[in-house]
């Protein structure tokens, strides 16, 4: 499966942007989709996950109560849509895709070398 992040961009803390990560190649619908972040000399960061069947999601608590990821399969596409800000949060973004058809349809991971499919980053950059 191919990824396809986008929705990166410059905002004022306080503002919102919704990342979509679009799939090609496979249906997401057996995989367990997770994104990820990572700042400029830090080391990548789990941010959220949801289960292939969307039924489960679980969030880095940094981001929780600010972030909701999403899924809608039959677009083959992920959302995170990310509200107040932080200049914290800027960083590149990252979807991944962990293939979990062996595992419970409400499983997800956190751990990223569970993944194993990654597109490329949108960067996000939050202004104070």
């Known amino acids: 499966v191919q990824l396809q992040a986008s929705g990166g961009g410059l905002v004022q803390a306080g503002g919102s942007l919704r990342l979509s990560c679009a799939a090609s190649?496979?249906?997401?619908?057996?995989?367990?989709m997770g994104w990820f972040r990572q700042a400029p000399g830090e080391e990548r960061e789990f941010v959220s996950a949801i289960s292939r069947n969307g039924g489960s999601t679980g969030y880095a608590d940094s981001v929780k109560g600010r972030f909701t990821i999403s899924r809608d399969n039959a677009k083959n596409t992920v959302y995170l849509q990310m509200n107040s800000l932080k200049p914290e949060d800027t960083a590149d973004y990252y979807c991944?895709?962990?293939?979990?058809?062996?595992?419970?349809?409400?499983?997800?991971?956190?751990?990223?070398?569970?993944?194993?499919?990654w597109g490329q980053g949108t960067l996000v950059t939050v202004s104070s």
């Open positions: 190649g496979r249906s997401i619908s057996n995989y367990a």
């Open positions: 991944a895709a962990d293939w979990s058809m062996k595992r419970g349809r409400n499983y997800y991971t956190e751990a990223a070398h569970e993944y194993g499919y």
